[in-house]
């Protein structure tokens, strides 16, 4: 038996040195990341601008709710004064929000009186109604 073991051990150390002179190790070429990265280095989110375009006074973008999608103006105007029953701020949105209907801006300051809950009750009375969060300034920064 212990033959049997000390061949085993010489044929192990036999493999391996066979083995190592077959195929020896080298260092693989790895490209450094700041080569790989390239021009993308310069890339941010804008939530992690530090004061540059459509950052409020917090350091992080200013986001609006927008409530609206209505074909017609009359939805709208009641929308307003339902709204503005809740004591939430709106006014009537400029903004393209989607290419179709009438929208209001929910005021930054409003946004916290209005929740899920919220917007849910009003979708179930106003049957058009949609809600986006977007932008309240375009992305240009300002001259």
Known sequence: MRWMFLLLVVLNVFYY??????????????TPLSL??????????L??????????????RRDCLFLGG??????IARLQQRLA????????SAKDVSGEGYWL???????RLLG???LQNLSNEFN?????????EGVAPAQ
């Not at 040195?17 to 790895?30: F, G, I, S, T, Y």
């Not at 209505?70 to 939805?75: K, P, T």
Request: charged share 25%; hydrophobic share 30%; proline share 3%.
């Open 105 to 111: 801006s929910v005021a930054p300051q409003s946004q």
């Open 70 to 75: 209505f074909a017609r103006q009359e939805s």
């Open 17 to 30: 040195v066979w083995h190592q002179q077959e195929a020896p190790l080298r260092a693989k070429d790895v």
């Open 47 to 60: 939530s992690e601008s530090n004061g540059s375009v459509g950052v409020g006074q917090e350091g992080r």
């Open 85 to 92: 029953g809740m004591g939430v701020e709106v006014r009537s």
């Open 116 to 118: 899920d809950v919220q």
């Open 36 to 45: 790989y990265r390239g021009s993308q280095q310069d890339i941010r989110l």
């Open 128 to 136: 058009e109604l949609k809600h986006k969060i977007m932008q309240c």
